[in-house]
């Protein structure tokens, strides 16, 4: 079972690093030397002509005789090229010689002979990631927003619940579609190796009995695609580009390697832990929001899970799921795209990084194919808009009222409450990647909101310390996440630790299974209380005993909904709100 847990860790800090190419600038430390991009940020909207602006900082940087910025509208396009020289390194962009719309920015230092600069390599030896671009919108003109296409967009996962020879293909194309798409992303960024994507073997497995224990033989053996497999069928242990072992036979299938796999841990993963079904909430949930525009604008919606990109089909170029998507709703009059990725956590991860460059590829696609001009918008989450609506905050605060207040704590007893968000890193050293300055920024909004409430909550002598964590950060952050803050109020004898997931929309991963892991993995935990901890009631709820103190891991927003709404309402108030304003201003000429 905790095979997984390290399978899945190193997953998910492949998706941590991908919060990258709309994160607001980190202040640098003077002993590491990083790429600072000053202007434009990630994310940030601009018109007209403006002055990009690069730098390369930190102890023992190297100072380049210029700074050459790149800006290209798609992967496919020869970059757009301008230079900086010193002292400031600055260069003239007239952005009205591009179309509106999202574009690819990176800045490369280069030396005097005009070679580029690779802070990487020695003598340099930079620390951390560095992203192979950041991502802006140009918009110099209003939007038509007559019939607008609102896209509401989530990182739900796939829930197919046990695989069902009835609906076996339909059930394995979602978890393959999911890897494809996640892992085509990561591989844009640079974050795993090539040789990952490689095709050298076809993954197989029961559906029947799809266990990864080597005396568990597939007796039936289908690939992902669902098709019969025949001929010898072999065990592998594991390799570099895949933890989880797997049955494999030895022959191409057309797919990469590293899509199998991740299809095939998903399928574990739910295996082990058991599926959370939340996307037909999820769906009611956005439509609910969206309609709350009616009055205002001819709207048609929409909905996308974030990990539903592409499908991948054997021996061939995957199908654009966006695309198609696209091209209907543009046939059906939409005037233009809206896209809105909803995080509660206020993060840029895939709207920056995935969701922008995907729906602009697809759209000018789609607008080459059908002699369109339909343009996109978005909201740049990272900008803390959602957090700016007392509603977002009311919407936490009554979760966690009805989590706490139906434990019925004695009023004597010690608590601490920690309020969760998928983190942004393991590391502080992710330059440019990480969105970590920001942590405090939330951190202090939520706790300010939550500061003068406390007694509403748990009404004990002192009041109960209410945390807004991550899962993610280290000691070293500065910030405790939400091991080291579980660590810590055990070691001063809290009697209850509350957990409350903010991500109710991924229902899957983060909620009840990395949330879990991060929570205790600095712990010495026997396997029984570890048990404890990933065992789910009714109610999503775990609790596990923990020395003196218990440990108690909440359930959604969408798994209180049947006796407390109010907090799913609230939450959908304060997405409206945010919906109709942005779509206010993006019909508004200019910036």
């Known amino acids: 079972m905790y095979t997984f847990h390290h399978t899945t860790a190193c997953f998910f800090v492949f998706i941590s690093f991908c919060i990258f190419s709309c994160s607001s600038p980190v202040v640098p430390d003077i002993e590491e030397i990083r790429l600072y991009y000053e202007n434009p940020m ?50 003239r962009f007239d952005s009205t010689s591009m179309r509106d719309g999202f574009v690819f920015y990176h800045a490369v230092p280069l030396d005097a002979e005009g070679n580029a600069i690779d802070i990487k390599a020695a003598p340099y030896n930079a620390k951390g990631i560095i992203p192979t671009f950041k991502g802006f919108m140009i918009r110099n003109r209003k939007i038509d927003l007559s019939k ?10 796939p829930d197919t619940g046990d695989l069902d020879e009835n609906s076996l293909e339909e059930q394995l194309s979602a978890h393959l579609t999911f890897g494809a798409s996640l ?16 095709d050298q073997t076809t993954v197989v497995l029961d559906p029947l009995n799809p266990s990864t224990h080597s005396e568990n033989i597939p007796q039936n053996p ?49 295996k082990s832990f058991g599926p959370v079904d939340s996307k037909p909430d999820t769906l009611n949930f956005f439509s609910e929001t969206i309609s709350g525009l009616a009055n205002r604008y001819n709207i048609i919606g929409d909905w996308f899970s974030m990990f539903e990109f592409e499908r991948p089909v054997p021996f061939e170029e995957p199908e654009d799921i966006i695309e198609e998507k696209l091209e209907s709703h543009i046939k059906n009059g939409a005037t233009s795209v809206f896209v809105y990725d909803f995080y509660n956590k206020a993060s840029e991860f895939e709207m920056s990084s ?20 339909v343009r996109l918008g978005a909201i740049s989450t990272n900008k803390f808009q959602l957090m700016n609506y007392r509603d977002f905050y009311r919407s936490l605060f009554l979760g966690v009222r009805h989590f706490a207040g139906s434990l019925a704590i004695p009023a004597d007893k ?66 405790p996440g939400v091991g080291e803050q579980v660590r810590d109020w055990i070691d001063e004898g809290y009697d209850y630790i509350l957990i409350f997931p903010m991500e109710w929309n991924w229902a899957s991963r983060d909620c009840w299974l990395e949330l879990r892991k991060n929570a205790i993995e600095l712990l010495d935990l026997d396997s029984s209380t570890q048990e404890q901890v990933y065992a ?22 969408f798994d209180q909904k049947t006796d407390n709404p109010e907090p799913c309402t609230v939450l959908k108030k304060a997405a409206s709100r945010l919906l109709a304003d942005r779509l206010k201003n993006l019909g508004a000429s200019g910036k």
């Not at 601009?46 to 290209?72: C, E, F, N, T």
């Not at 995935?354 to 001009?373: E, H, I, M, V, Y």
């Not at 789910?536 to 927003?557: M, P």
């Open 42 to 91: 990630g994310c940030d909207e601009v018109s007209g002509v403006m002055q990009l602006k690069a730098s390369v900082r930190g102890d023992g940087a190297p100072v380049p005789a210029a700074m050459q910025y790149r800006i290209w509208t798609d992967n496919e396009s020869a970059a757009l090229r301008f230079t900086g020289y010193p002292p400031d390194y600055k260069a």
């Open 148 to 157: 607008p296409l609102i896209v509401m967009g989530a990182p739900i996962e």
């Open 183 to 198: 892992m085509t992303h990561l591989q844009s960024l640079g974050f795993i190796p090539g040789l990952c994507f490689e």
């Open 222 to 270: 289908v690939d992902l695609t669902a098709q019969p497999v025949g001929g010898l069928v072999s065990w592998n242990p594991g390799t570099p580009c895949s933890l989880t072992p797997f049955f494999e036979k030895q022959t191409p299938n057309g797919i990469p390697d590293i899509w199998e796999f991740t299809a095939l841990e998903n399928i574990m993963i739910y």
């Open 354 to 373: 995935g969701s922008w460059p995907r729906f602009q590829q697809a759209l000018d696609k789609a607008n080459k194919k059908l002699g369109t001009a």
């Open 414 to 479: 010690k608590i601490g409450i920690i309020i969760a968000a998928h983190g942004s890193s393991t590391s502080n050293r992710l330059y440019d990647v990480s969105n970590i300055v920001n942590n405090p920024i939330r951190n202090r909004r939520i706790n300010a909101y939550f500061a003068l409430r406390r007694r509403q909550i748990h009404a004990s002598s002192p009041p109960c310390l209410i945390r807004y964590s991550e899962y993610a950060n280290t000691a070293e952050d500065g910030l």
């Open 536 to 557: 789910r009631d009714s109610r999503n709820r775990s609790t596990a005993q923990i020395g003196s103190t218990v440990l108690v891991f909440g359930e959604t927003i």
